[in-house]
């Protein structure tokens, strides 16, 4: 009679815990099943809100459930970072990580997160340094520009645009020891200037020097491959490692797709799902249809895993350097 008693006993007990148990697994099966917010730090209607929408409905496709596009803007894309890197570890908050905005704010603005407490899905845009020279200084590449500058000391007018751009031009004028005239300029200003004949040198972006693109000669990208609206002008590693035995840091406009650190903790499996579903549609022959039509194909990329990882830590570190300096 006891051990009747011990099999009803846990007989009953099993009973009321299959109700209980049954809706966790199957949420942790069936993920996602509600709707995925992506976070963008910046304005409605600006190329980080296009950047995101152009993945939105594949991802809604590939998962079963609707993306929502949330823009939260504010210093300088902190607000929209701090939203990502506190949300949930649970797959359902995304967002675009901008740099070199990442980096400064936890440089500049003490945000109290660095690169590492991301998890990248993969960088998928990146406007990269474009130098632009007058064509009648004869420059075919970086290394025309290096050799004339140093012999020439004070002889050349070099401009960048702020930011990424200057940051290039800076690292170059250091790293080579170079005395030239230099000039910031916030954007159209500089290009302004160049096309004025104010400036021989022009560090510029490839999307925004296209309206440079008749009146001068591209001497390089500093970016690992040629861009594609630019196939002329040599990466800077094409030039530099043959001839200086120098890599050159990669300085871009990047943006990536990612969320919290601790997702790869708690919901690993999740976090692989949704990089499968991003991969599939960043490949698919109608994406890049898309991506054509809204005119980003120049800065169209896809770096993921730990090379992701290391070029954006590599950008931090970088950027670490013009702070202290």
């Given at each position: 009679m006891r051990r009747m008693n011990k099999m009803l006993t846990a007989l009953l007990l099993f009973c009321f815990l299959v109700p209980v148990l049954t809706p966790a697994a199957e949420a942790a099966d069936n993920f996602p099943n509600r709707p995925m917010r992506w976070i963008v730090g910046r304005e409605a209607g600006g190329s980080m809100e296009r950047t995101v929408r152009l993945y939105e409905k594949g991802l809604e496709e590939a998962l079963g459930v609707p993306q929502l596009v949330e823009c939260r803007p504010g210093a300088a894309m902190q607000v929209g970072h701090t939203l990502i890197q506190t949300a949930a570890p649970?797959?359902?908050?995304?967002?675009?990580?901008?740099?070199?905005?990442?980096?400064?704010?936890?440089?500049?603005?003490?945000?109290?997160?660095?690169?590492?407490?991301?998890?990248?899905?993969?960088?998928?845009?990146?406007?990269?340094?474009?130098?632009?020279?007058?064509?009648?200084?004869?420059?075919?590449?970086?290394?025309?520009?290096?050799?004339?500058?140093?012999?020439?000391?004070?002889?050349?007018?070099?401009?960048?645009?702020?930011?990424?751009?200057?940051?290039?031009?800076?690292?170059?004028?250091?790293?080579?020891?170079?005395?030239?005239?230099?000039?910031?300029?916030?954007?159209?200003?500089g290009r302004a200037a160049f096309l004025g004949k104010h400036i021989d040198v022009y560090f510029g972006a490839v999307v925004s020097n296209e309206e440079l693109r008749d009146f001068s000669t591209a001497i390089g990208v500093m970016w690992p491959e040629r861009n594609i609206a630019w196939p002329e002008a040599p990466t800077f590693d094409e030039i530099l490692k043959p001839k200086y035995n120098m890599e050159s840091p990669y300085l871009s406009s990047m943006r990536s797709l990612g969320t919290t650190r601790k997702i790869l903790d708690e919901n690993p499996e999740r976090f692989q799902k949704v990089y499968d579903a991003l991969y599939k549609v960043h490949h698919a022959p109608e994406f890049k249809e898309e991506v054509e039509k809204a005119g980003f194909t120049p800065v169209l990329t896809w770096v993921s895993g730990e090379q992701a990882m290391k070029t954006l830590r590599d950008y931090s570190d970088f950027i670490k350097t013009i702070v202290v300096k």
């Amino acid at each position: 009679m006891r051990r009747m008693n011990k099999m009803l006993t846990a007989l009953l007990l099993f009973c009321f815990l299959v109700p209980v148990l049954t809706p966790a697994a199957e949420a942790a099966d069936n993920f996602p099943n509600r709707p995925m917010r992506w976070i963008v730090g910046r304005e409605a209607g600006g190329s980080m809100e296009r950047t995101v929408r152009l993945y939105e409905k594949g991802l809604e496709e590939a998962l079963g459930v609707p993306q929502l596009v949330e823009c939260r803007p504010g210093a300088a894309m902190q607000v929209g970072h701090t939203l990502i890197q506190t949300a949930a570890p649970d797959g359902y908050t995304w967002g675009i990580l901008g740099m070199p905005h990442l980096a400064l704010n936890h440089f500049t603005q003490n945000a109290p997160f660095t690169i590492d407490d991301f998890a990248v899905l993969a960088i998928v845009n990146s406007d990269p340094t474009l130098v632009n020279v007058q064509p009648e200084t004869g420059f075919k590449d970086i290394g025309d520009f290096i050799d004339y500058a140093q012999k020439n000391p004070g002889k050349i007018r070099v401009g960048a645009t702020s930011g990424v751009s200057e940051y290039a031009a800076l690292w170059m004028i250091d790293k080579f020891k170079l005395d030239v005239a230099f000039v910031r300029y916030d954007g159209s200003p500089g290009r302004a200037a160049f096309l004025g004949k104010h400036i021989d040198v022009y560090f510029g972006a490839v999307v925004s020097n296209e309206e440079l693109r008749d009146f001068s000669t591209a001497i390089g990208v500093m970016w690992p491959e040629r861009n594609i609206a630019w196939p002329e002008a040599p990466t800077f590693d094409e030039i530099l490692k043959p001839k200086y035995n120098m890599e050159s840091p990669y300085l871009s406009s990047m943006r990536s797709l990612g969320t919290t650190r601790k997702i790869l903790d708690e919901n690993p499996e999740r976090f692989q799902k949704v990089y499968d579903a991003l991969y599939k549609v960043h490949h698919a022959p109608e994406f890049k249809e898309e991506v054509e039509k809204a005119g980003f194909t120049p800065v169209l990329t896809w770096v993921s895993g730990e090379q992701a990882m290391k070029t954006l830590r590599d950008y931090s570190d970088f950027i670490k350097t013009i702070v202290v300096k």
